[in-house]
T-cell receptor, first 118, second 115 residues
């Protein structure tokens, strides 16, 4: 069974700092990995999607890396701003198999609550 | 519509009652997903529809939970004989084709409280 763990559970930083959020997963047979942002009382917004054959993806101040063999991904946020405050979730999509895993299922970590204070 | 719409946004029900949660996906999206998120946890997969059929219902916790999508657009998640442990935010998402290489867009969720 795939398990996804995110460290730290919560992080508080002053504005302007660069920071790293960590995600680890137990089953390396993944199709892709995705980072989401969730604001209080809201749904999820996709930030970055990394295919299993890729090492990293970048979007603006965000950079996500993937090391499939070690079961790890990191989300790097440069020059953090108060507007970045949210919960960040990592999710993996396993390669579908006859045992019942379908491509439709994302397995999420529990999230990292980020607070960026002015 | 402009985004995935879920109704109601909040639902309080008594233990033992039946509830229905509705999801209106983005127009034209053929794939639809239901997840459940408990407080302080990440979302847990419940069921995935491709068109009208459930392609994967392996996440439904027990036979009190059932979901339909009769015309391949709107979906309803149905919970019978609700229990306090069913309290959570129920999230719906849709994607244009299938789950591969097409982004899933999430709704804001329905917060279900069973008292």
């Amino acid at each position: 069974k795939q398990e996804v763990t995110q460290i730290p559970a919560a992080l508080s930083v002053p504005e302007g700092e660069n920071l790293v959020l960590n995600c680890s997963f137990t089953d390396s047979a993944i199709y892709n990995l995705q980072w989401f942002r969730q604001d209080p009382g809201k749904g999820l917004t996709s930030l970055l999607l990394i295919q299993s054959s890729q090492r990293e993806q970048t979007s603006g101040r965000l950079n996500a890396s993937l090391d499939k063999s070690s079961g790890r991904s990191t989300l790097y946020i440069a020059a953090s701003q108060p507007g970045d405050s949210a919960t960040y979730l990592c999710a993996v999509r396993l390669i579908a198999n006859a045992g019942g895993t379908s491509y439709g299922k994302l397995t999420f970590g529990q999230g990292t609550i980020l607070t960026v204070h002015p | 519509g402009a985004g995935v719409s879920q109704t109601p946004s909040n639902k309080v029900t008594e233990k033992g009652k039946y509830v229905e949660l509705r999801c209106d996906p983005i127009s034209g999206h053929t794939a639809l997903y239901w997840y459940r998120q408990s407080l302080g946890q990440g979302p847990e997969f419940l069921i995935y529809f491709q068109g009208t059929g459930a392609a994967d219902d392996s996440g439904l916790p027990n036979d009190r939970f059932f979901a339909v999508r009769p015309e391949g657009s709107v979906s309803t998640l149905k919970i019978q004989r609700t229990e306090r442990g069913d309290s959570a935010v129920y999230l719906c998402a849709s994607s244009l084709v299938g789950p591969l290489n097409t982004e899933a867009f999430f709704g804001q969720g329905t917060r279900l409280t069973v008292v």
